[in-house]
């Protein structure tokens, strides 16, 4: 049983920074993908950022420059590092993780970015 715990999430004035993090049950090599989602009130689910097991990145255009996916292996988490916050980066952000073709999902934490 595949579990995923994030953490990290708040309030943060714009300008701001916060960093995820999300840690899974086993491995994290064992999933082809790992990355972040978010959910804003009344929006589809969005990609954010996610990181291959060969350690290959890709972020969505609106976190490039602000936003870092990294993973500390030895401790099976993965973590987004959020500059720069806008309030338009409020949302639930989500943990994902790919492997052999099964999606895997965290329960969320929310960002509220806000003066």
């Known amino acids: 049983q595949v579990q995923l715990v994030e953490s990290g999430g708040g309030l943060v004035q714009p300008g701001g920074s916060l960093r995820l993090s999300c840690t899974a049950s086993?491995?994290?090599?064992?999933?082809?993908?790992m990355g972040w989602y978010r959910q804003a009130p009344g929006k589809e689910r969005e990609m954010v950022a996610t990181?291959?097991?060969?350690?290959?990145?890709n972020l969505a255009d609106s976190v490039k420059g602000r936003f870092t996916i990294s993973r500390d292996s030895g401790k099976n988490t993965v973590h987004l590092q959020m500059n720069s916050l806008k309030p338009e980066d409020t949302a639930v952000y989500f943990c994902?993780?790919?492997?052999?073709?099964?999606?895997?999902w965290g329960q969320g934490t929310q960002v509220t970015v806000s003066s």
């Open positions: 994902n993780a790919l492997r052999s073709g099964r999606d895997y």
């Open positions: 086993g491995s994290i090599f064992s999933f082809a993908v």
């Open positions: 990181i291959t097991n060969l350690g290959a990145t």
